[in-house]
């Protein structure tokens, strides 16, 4: 298996900052890792596949980074829909695994 | 618009079993490859099972494995999650997922359908 870790596990930003969430797997998964958000009481949904490709339909403002072990994820400028829980998930090798997810709250 | 909608869910006794299922519309299924994805209450995201498209190579996670079985019946449009020996730490909210063609992530997901073990 292939261990994935997020930091932070939370966090807390105002409308308009830059945030950055980090995904870390314990060995190489080259770019094969992804990016979820889910709501309360919602299924997740796909914002970025392959490190760094946006889903189709997501906001610009969302983009991915990284490659090997180390990645992150990118909010150019929050707003107020962006809420929730964000999980990174690895394609590399079976089992898929995911992080244990970094919950956003909205100053 | 691709839907997937699961259903059977419910509440069982430690030891029973359940069977889900997953309707899929608004696309070809039968090229698709799926999972089932589950979330423990106040929990995070678990992988749980992958069947591709021609039911050949089929994939579940240790924690399941032996007890449940994952199939599909592309004819129908549909695909099952046959749960056996149940357990407290299966209760979750279980949802189907599709990979893209040539993708390993999961790009359509359903509503979710939650399943509770206990006596």
């Known amino acids: 298996d292939i261990p994935m870790t997020q930091s932070p596990s939370s966090l807390s930003a105002s409308v308009g900052d830059r945030v950055t969430i980090t995904c870390r797997a314990s060995?190489?998964?080259?770019?094969?890792l992804n990016w979820y958000q889910q709501k309360p009481g919602k299924a997740p949904t796909l914002l970025i596949y392959s490190a760094s490709s946006l889903q189709s339909g997501v906001p610009s403002r969302f983009s991915g980074s990284g490659s090997g072990t180390d990645f992150t994820l990118t909010i150019s400028s929050l707003q107020p829909e962006d809420f929730g829980t964000y999980y990174c998930?690895?394609?590399?090798?079976?089992?898929?695994?995911f992080g244990q997810g970094t919950r956003l709250d909205i100053k | 618009e691709v839907q997937l909608v699961e259903s059977g869910g419910g509440l069982v006794q430690p030891g029973g079993s359940l069977r889900l299922s997953c309707a899929a519309s608004g696309f070809t299924f039968g090229v698709h490859n799926m999972n089932w994805v589950r979330q423990a209450p106040g929990k995070g995201l678990e992988w749980v099972a992958y069947?591709?498209?021609?039911?050949?190579?089929?994939y579940y996670a240790d924690s399941v494995r032996g007890r449940f079985t994952v199939s599909r019946d592309n004819a129908k449009n549909s695909l099952y999650l046959e749960m056996n020996s149940l357990r407290a730490e299966d209760t979750a909210v279980y949802y189907c997922a599709r990979d893209p063609l040539g993708g390993d992530w999961f790009d359509s997901w359903g509503q979710g359908i939650q399943v509770t073990v206990s006596s």
């Open positions: 060995q190489t998964i080259l770019t094969y």
């Open positions: 998930q690895q394609g590399y090798s079976s089992p898929i695994t």
């Open positions: 069947i591709n498209s021609g039911s050949t190579t089929i």
